[in-house]
């Protein structure tokens, strides 16, 4: 196997990692303690303290550190470079993006060890977060502490940003950009590329670089009813049913085809052409096998493979039901109120603020007998497609080839970033998605966890990227 | 305004009952305080100490009282008069048929006072039971007490059962039957009347006498996929999301027009005739004034009113959702399972076996892509409808309109007492179902409460019911 050299600027921090790797796993095991479920406001303190963890490792790597809470949202981390950190002449700028948010931990009785009590098991660490996105966030700064520590000067300026809302929508983010972009970016939006390590490997074996994400719009929508629970005996049949109302509405939102029914909803879907079959056809994905592992079948939209049906369908999703009686045994109760999360991935070409209109215009079309609609938008994210043909791609696969010791696949993924539109469309940067997890993960359900040889090639190929996009001049 | 004088053979107990009322409420208030929740094996110790609490009161009283647990369920307490308490010659025999269970407080953010904390607010008793069923049970039983503190010997005999099953089904109480029929009734059927305390009065003014009940099926429904909860960006679309399903599969349940879609479901009903058309009619129902009390409008199963839909039309209700997210914002999970509470209201001539098969028939039709369903049956109970023009009802009328002041109106109920079709099918016992609650009692929600002055007129009529009963000879 022929593997290019790695770029000579990196050496001393790679063999730096290479003999330092367990320091960096108690380090990342510190912050995966901290609970910080940014959904649920119970949670407030242990999202600030994530963000001050954060902010005290990025001032003990030397860098100029600035926290910010637009709107009062979670604290979002922002740290500099400062030249003397730099190799002088450097042109170039990675702004590094993460969060170190989680999702709640949810179903609690899931976990094999509590969701903040990092356990090492079989060479991973399983944790809420240890994936997504603590572990990776981590990479990147033990990448950066690996050239502090063996005095390299960095080959590229660098600029981190930590946030703490990308599991409830980054909601943030815009008054961010809008306010403080400059923070973000020195000259050129051309000499920067934004880096995401939040997506995965294409197999334990095979790096990917992920050039496509779908959009997200997510809702809560609660129907209210009578003004008071009732017995479903007495009243039963007589008026409508929050509940029973809730599911009609909902079951018409989906036909037996898979398709979504709401009018105008796939009008801005692009057709796949013959070129992204060919592109897909070429990964040689094995839908049986993955879904397979979680249990399942293939099911969904009529006329479209697994693929396509993950990565430019939209797709729609009931995340939860709430409402009535639901604990053990039977209560006969007609509820006050009943409510779903609901939320729609949106492939490119589609407008999240459409969806929600859409969706919105939609449900309140029903009769649903005088109950009443409380439509909660938790989020609406664009989606993204970059160019899989340009110089930072072509940097970030000889990094990734250089330490995995294999050519990266170009891949999509389904799942969303909402910053990575914002960061093209606002600031005009393109953005590198280079993840090291695996849908094995478990990340968004019980015993997360993050393969550590992963973690360490995460460090090592953060560490040759830095060089890369340096020596790009 | 002429009514029948009271039978002499109550004249002390019902004078008693007046002098004492203030203690009479102390201890329903006893009862109150006791949380026998029964569809909740969490409560399983307070149930049986309810049990204990009503076998204890009813030795007090001088009955020989029996519990019994067929099937290992919650008990059964069987109190029967001594021949010495009751008067020589007596023939008749009064069965009172009541439950010392509750339903779940649930939600407990409802109450102004604490569900197990009985308060006496503008002359009505807040506590979950005080209307629903331990405030009617212990009219009945301080009835008792007032013949027993009064020296007066009973004027038939009175066999007690208090169940602690009828907010979960009765589930035991078939095979109750089976084995102590014996302790139910002594000499013919004839000679005995089920009394039951568990429903309205017309109107806070006018007494009543229920004649017909619907039956109830009741079912919990979860639909199980994938093996964890997924990441919805990563699958959405590619699998089957049990949320998503069990949403398209209820939704298909009821149509635009209320009806219940399930075939052969409506076989059995019986049409409405033009007696029971007039019969509703005189009884000149507001239906916007019904429904407004709760917040809500009429709205059913097109071509029948509200007294229709209530009485003698089937109604499927959905009592309760859950499955995947249920906090607060957002959280993007496709759940491994998603279930509902689904529960039908029968009217006479429905059988709750044959709907129950056609419902899991129904369920199990469709296609959920792979996810698994688990139903569980959480009791079926038969419709009642007995004469309205028999002795027993005469005497009960004669009771109710010397107590009262007022003819009761004669009347059918949505609600369900499985115990009813048992006592007539298995024993031959015909059923007097006289109540004293309003559905203003907040019964199966929060703030559930029993106004005084009708607490006090159920004890007066009862102690009149027994007279008027001894004296049919």
Redesign the interface.
Known sequence: MTTPPTHNAAAAPLAHLAENSDAAVTRLIDLLKIPSV????AFKPDVDRAAAWVADYCAKLGLSVETRTPNGGHPLVIATTPDALVAPGAARRVLFYGHYDV??P??LD?WTTGAFEPTVRDGKLYARGASDDKGQVMMFLEALKAYRDTNTLLPCHVTVMIEGEE???SISLPAFLEQDAALLKTGSAHDTVCVVSDT?MWDANTPAITYAL?G?V?F?IKLH?????????????????P??Q?????????D?DGHITIPGFYDDVAPITDAVRDEFAQLDFD?NA??AD????????KGFD?LQ??WV????????????????????????F?G??V?F?IPADMNPGKVAQQFTDWIQSH?V??CRWELEN??EAWPVAVSNDSPWLAAASRALESTAGKKPALVR????IPVIADFKNQLGIDTLLIGFGL?SD??????EHFALDRFHLGCRTHAALLAEVGAMG
Not at 315 to 331: E, S
């Open positions: 940014s959904t649920d406001p999702q709640p949810d179903p899931g599991e409830c929508g995965c779908r997200l997510y809560d009813g009578p003004s008071r629970d009732l017995h479903s005996g007495v009243y039963g049949g007589s008026l409508a049913n509940a029973t809730l599911a009609r509405v909902l079951g018409k939102l989906i037996d839908e993955f879904t979680v249990g399942a079948t293939p099911f969904g939209e697994t049906r993950r369908r939209p797709a729609c999703d009931i995340n939860g039901l709430y409402g009535g009686y639901m604990g053990q045994g039977a209560k006969t109760v007609i509820p006050t009943a779903a999360k939320s991935r009769n007998g005088g938790h989020g993924d389904g799942a969303t849908n478990n990340i968004h359900s019980p015993d």
